[in-house]
Each structure stands twice: as structure tokens, then as C-alpha cells.
């Protein structure tokens, strides 16, 4: 399938897409703007996904919360995300409720700042502190995002630090950052729109720069810090968690080319090859034959700068631990490099692949947030239609050429999680941690 694309640019830097659709009287709306948690400075890690809150208290014309009120009233659905490289806004509501989105988002996107008060501040920070501690610090494998970035990124390095932000770093911010952050990155030139259903083009047009055509652009945000990377790690690395968790748990990371690159493609099909559904090898072997682990997967992170990552996830069964999973999972690996993928590995893993991605192109509000992917990161949104095809022009000779180049042990990093009541019991496994 061919997804319709049409692109446009205001004169304030706004990029907007638009894909036409009238199979279901609905429309999607996605807003993507270029910022996450990498554009963070030190001591005000957390701010991004901060921000994300902020945005829905209000802005110049809509009260606290009437952003979410005014859509669920019109039968619609919205939310947000943050991500380290983009923090992503979307509704999707009935065809006719299109102009009410286009205007909720311009307005918080141009009248935030006089709406903003000490009160809703201190409110979402508590919301996003008390958030923390529901899903990271108090939640079974919860820090596993923030401690993989700890160890596979170096300390300097804009990957490196926590999504969610610390408690302290929290804390510290003020209003003026709040103002500071959104003047520098809440701008059209650093906004991408996409529109994404049910509309009539012409008129979609009009409304979107009559709302956001007054907007002024930015002034310039800073440059990110070096992002560049070695393509391994050049070691085998490895940390141990001991956790409130009822069952022994393996991460194990890889550096991996690029979302977006040509060897991308082929490192996501060896993913696939691994770990996607029952057919993969990594749940063929360890969970229906060895019945080691009661599950068993693997996927890319899709970061677009400077390094992907690619990770196996493991879970043990109750009677296997974690020095026996760690174990396993590096066999599986090391026979991977040893033996490769067949083309039929190949073939399965695209077609799954392909698969997914179709059923997931029927939704609007998927295809409206994977246009403004594209644009925000290549400024070409109609790369939409080109997946299937890079996908399909993989073959086994390129997935192996990354197995043998990203998957040997100078490039793995093991993030192992151990129940705290199995610390004793599994002594082997601490004493290695103890020894790296």
C-alpha cells in the first residue's frame, strides 16, 4: 500500500504533512517537536518529559485541562510521549472536530507562557515525581531504560542520562526555566504537523495557517553535545541489579547502526530473526525447548543520532537463575555469530516485519506520528512509503555482516536483574559481579 503524502511549509518554519484518507470518518493529528531529553543541560534532567505535562495545563484561551476535556467531549482520544530524541503530541477525533485540534495545538504552541503560573508548575512536578515513583522506582524492572543508558552511553554523552530526571533535578526547576525551555524549543521551526484522515485538504490548509501561520519562529536552539560513537563498545559489559522483582530478568544491549541507515534495516531483521514472536529463535530455543525463560524478545531502540541500540530481553522461568539465563542467552548469541541466519530466517522475520507495518499504516493516528517521524528526522516524510521495500531488499548476507561485526562479545552490554531474595542462592552470579 501507498500512503498519500503532501507537503507544505509555512513561512515561520512550521513543516506540516498531509495524508488524505476516507475510508473512516476520523482524523489524526500529530504534532512532533525536535526535542527530548538529549537537549536537557546538567541539572535539569527530567525537564522534557516535564514539559510534556505543562503543555496541557493551559495556555492564553483554554483553562487547565480543558485541552483534554474539550477533545474527550468531541469523542475523541489524545496524549502525549517523550523520547530522548522528540517529545510527540496527538489527537484523533471525529472529521468534523478538525479545525478544535488544529487550534487547542496552536494555541499552546503560541500563548503558553501567559497562562503559566508557579501553581500548575509545582502541581506537575509532584505529578511527574509521583510518576517516577509508580513506574520507575517502585515497579518491577522499572530503572532498566535509565540504567541501560548508564552503562551503554558515556557520561558526557546526551544518551546517557535518565528520561523520567531525578528527583533533585526536579525539584530545582523553576518557572524561568519553564519560560526559557519553551521559548527555545516549543517553536514552528522546530515543529513538524501532521494531519492524517478524513479531511478536505484545501481547507485543512487554510486552518492550519490561519492557526499557526501568526506564530513567530524561533530564535535558535543550542547545539546538542558530541554525539558521535564508536560502532562497538570495544568491551563486554556488564551490572547486576538486585531488585523487589520476582523473577530473574536479562537485557543485553548491542551498538547498532542508525535508525534510518541502510545497515538499519538489516539490523532490524536480525532482531526480528531473534526475538520477534514464537517462530524467533531465541523463544524457539530457551522457551519451548530448554523452557529456560518464560519469554524471550528483541528490538532496536530506533534512535536516529550518533548510535542505535538493539536489545535482547529475557525473562527466566521461577526455577532458573539468573547465572543459568545469562548463560543461555549468551550461547544463543554466540551460536548466532557462529552460524548466522538462513535466508529463510530472513524472509520470515521481513514478512513479519511488513506485516506489522501495514496493519499498524490502517490506523490514522499511527500513520499521522510515523509521517512526522520522518519528518522530523530526514525532513522527508514520504520515506513512509520506501520502508517495505528497504525491508524486502535485505538479505541473509547483510544480516550476517552486522551478527559479525555488532553482535560479538566486545560489543554487549548485560543488564541483569536478580530477585533480592535470590541474592545468596545464586552466589556465582555475585560473586562475578563482585569480580567485574
Known amino acids: 500500500m501507498r500512503i498519500p503524502v503532501e507537503t507544505f511549509h509555512l513561512d515561520n518554519g512550521l513543516s506540516v504533512t498531509l495524508s488524505e484518507d476516507h475510508t473512516t470518518p476520523i482524523v489524526a493529528v500529530n504534532l512532533w517537536y525536535h526535542v527530548g531529553s538529549a537537549n536537557e543541560r546538567a541539572g535539569r534532567t527530567g525537564f522534557a518529559h516535564l514539559f510534556e505535562h505543562m503543555l496541557f495545563q493551559g495556555s492564553a484561551h483554554v483553562g487547565a485541562n480543558e485541552h483534554f476535556e474539550l477533545i474527550q467531549r468531541a469523542g475523541g482520544t489524545l496524549n502525549g510521549s517523550t523520547w530522548l530524541e522528540r517529545t510527540n503530541y496527538f489527537e484523533t477525533v471525529p472529521s468534523n472536530e478538525l479545525a478544535l485540534v488544529l487550534w487547542l495545538e496552536a494555541d499552546r504552541m503560541g500563548e503558553l507562557l501567559p497562562a503559566m503560573t508557579q501553581e500548575k508548575l509545582d502541581t506537575q512536578r509532584d505529578v511527574v515525581k509521583n510518576e517516577r515513583r509508580w513506574s520507575v522506582d517502585n515497579q518491577p524492572y522499572g530503572t532498566m531504560l535509565e540504567k541501560m543508558q548508564e552503562l551503554v552511553f558515556p557520561p558526557a554523552h546526551p544518551f546517557q542520562h535518565s528520561l523520567i530526571g531525578s528527583m533533585d533535578d526536579l525539584s530545582a526547576a523553576s518557572l524561568d526555566d519553564v519560560a526559557q525551555f519553551f521559548s527555545t524549543y516549543y517553536t514552528p521551526d522546530n515543529a513538524v504537523l501532521s494531519v492524517a484522515g478524513d479531511f478536505e485538504p484545501s481547507e485543512t490548509r487554510r486552518l492550519v495557517s490561519e492557526y499557526f501561520g501568526p506564530i513567530p519562529r524561533g530564535k535558535g536552539k543550542p547545539p546538542l553535545a558530541p554525539m558521535g560513537l564508536p560502532p562497538i563498545f570495544g568491551e563486554h559489559r556488564r551490572e547486576v541489579v538486585y531488585d523487589n522483582v520476582s523473577l530473574s530478568r536479562i537485557f ?47 528490538f532496536t531502540f530506533d534512535l536516529a543520532k550518533a548510535t542505535d541500540l538493539l536489545v535482547v530481553d529475557v525473562t527466566a522461568r521461577p526455577e532458573t537463575s539468573a547465572t543459568q539465563l545469562e548463560e543461555e542467552v549468551e550461547s544463543e548469541i554466540d551460536r548466532l555469530c557462529r552460524d548466522g541466519v538462513s535466508e529463510a530466517e530472513v524472509r520470515r522475520a521481513t514478512s513479519l516485519i511488513e506485516t506489522d507495518l501495514t496493519a499498524s499504516l490502517q490506523s490514522a493516528g499511527e500513520r499521522a506520528d510515523r509521517l512526522s517521524m520522518f519528518a522530523t528526522y530526514f525532513e522527508e516524510p514520504g520515506l513512509i512509503n520506501d520502508q517495505i521495500d528497504r525491508y524486502r531488499a535485505v538479505t541473509a548476507q547483510k544480516v550476517n555482516e552486522i551478527i559479525s561485526s555488532r553482535f560479538g562479545e566486545n560489543n554487549r552490554a548485560n543488564l541483569i536483574y536478580v530477585p533480592r531474595e535470590g541474592v545468596e542462592a545464586d552466589s556465582v552470579l555475585a560473586a562475578a559481579a563482585t569480580a567485574d
Open 252 to 298: 543485553m544491549a548491542f551498538r547498532s547502526p542508525v535508525f534510518g541507515s541502510e545497515d538499519y534495516y538489516a539490523a532490524s531483521v536480525a532482531a526480528a530473526s531473534l526475538g520477534l514472536r514464537r517462530g524467533s529463535r531465541l523463544h524457539r530455543s530457551l522457551v519451548r525447548e530448554k523452557q529456560v525463560a518464560a519469554d524471550a524478545t528483541a
